[in-house]
């Protein structure tokens, strides 16, 4: 199952990296994300429908941490989507206003589901067996929001999947505030501006992480690990999962154990000597062969 649904994710990422490769307004690039997302789920759904969970431990892994990554997805698309549907017309004045109203719908989602947004945000796992695994419960009073499909959900796995969306969402909507702010009135809007996406092997950044963390190089080493993780998956477009997972790969590798932090400083040692070489004059660049 875990398998599966990795290579699904991953086939996903590289199909939204083309999307954005290929061009087009936002709002086409956005439509184009929404229905390639509500394709993958369908296929998730379709495969866990014949799939039968080895153990509890399974289920609960699958409803917190695969079954979010590919709906928020989906929600966070619609989100903004309907976001730029809805613009208003107007200055800078009229916008920020747009985009503190989406902003205060926002905190008062967050506000409303506290004790979950703060069990999610510790990384806690003592209720997992009750938000994570499918039971019998009346979805019309004990939840708000809910696939009505019993048999592919849990009390909280939309939810998740709806507090990760909307902290993405919530993202993007303070980079529009600061665009706002920093953009001259002179400079028209840049209708479709692409965002840095990491397309390296998950496990790559989780060492380059790990090894930024360990360093101390971010608040003078003052700083848990899941923030760091949390500010690399907004900024890169990736989502790293269980990192941790990956970081016991990293540990139990037999030798050379960091890999990617040995491509990184060949790769900037050829950059250097390539730009050396390219400076030096022929006749001297001779001298040196």
Known sequence: MKNFAERLYTALENQLNEVIVHGG????????????????????????????????????????????????????????????????????????????QELTALKSFFDHNHSFYQYYRAGSTEMDHTFFTRGDFDVHIELEDFEEDELYSTTHDYKLSKIMANEKFQDYLNRELIRLDTESPQVPEAVNEPELVWTFNKTDLVELIYALVALGVFNNGHIALRPVIDFFQRSFQVDLGSYYHKYTDITNRKKDKTVFLDKLKLALLRRIEESFEKDIPVQQRMQFK
């Open 25 to 100: 307004t936002q709002a086409e690039q956005l439509k184009e994300s929404i229905r390639l997302c509500k394709k993958s789920m369908t296929k998730l759904k379709n495969y866990i429908s014949t799939y039968a969970f080895g153990s509890r431990e399974e289920e609960m892994e699958f409803f917190k941490m695969i079954k979010p990554r590919f709906y928020s997805k989906y929600i966070y698309f619609i989100n903004v989507y309907n976001f730029l549907m809805h613009k208003p017309l107007g200055g800078a004045n009229v916008l920020r206003d747009y985009i503190n």
